[in-house]
């Protein structure tokens, strides 16, 4: 479902996640860069910290084992389909760095907070010690002229 309220690509501003115990963590720190964008019923999301840690074992399939988890906990993607409510955004996940994640419909409260920002909010790990609230704050990129 195509939404002119949520289309588009928007660059990231800032990533927390508050824990039900009163912990605050920035998954990536508080550098971080990356985008969401909707187009067409389809979405792409890309995070990264910012900088990322450069390997120092190896190429790209050579490094070791401990460059590469390093490299997974610097960096989040995902992408498939999305269906906007006007209220919450619904990630129908095809492909995911989290294996776990593949095939799940992840669900994302839509706030707008003006008319080119707006943060998703997700409750994620309801029921365990990890439970959680992410908050993704959002900056519609400007577009190509």
């Not at 294996?99 to 409260?109: E, H, I, L, T």
Request: proline share 3%; net charge negative; charged share 25%.
């Amino acid at each position: 479902m195509a939404d002119q309220g949520i289309e588009g690509r928007w660059n990231i501003v800032s990533w927390r996640q508050e824990y039900d115990d009163g912990r605050v963590v920035h998954p990536f720190g508080e550098g971080l860069e990356g985008f969401i964008h909707y187009a067409d019923g389809r979405m792409f999301c890309v995070l990264s910290k910012k900088p990322r840690t450069a390997f120092t074992t190896g190429g790209q399939w050579d490094a070791s084992d401990a460059d590469k988890a390093a490299a997974y906990n610097e960096y989040l993607t995902y992408a498939g389909g999305y269906s906007f409510d006007g209220e919450t955004v619904t990630h129908h996940i095809e492909l995911c760095i989290f294996p776990n994640w593949q095939g799940s419909a992840q669900r994302r409260k839509v706030v707008r907070t003006g008319g080119d920002e707006m943060t998703l909010v997700a409750r994620i790990e309801e029921g365990t010690p990890e439970a959680r609230t992410a908050i993704l704050a959002w900056r519609r990129a400007p577009t190509a002229a």
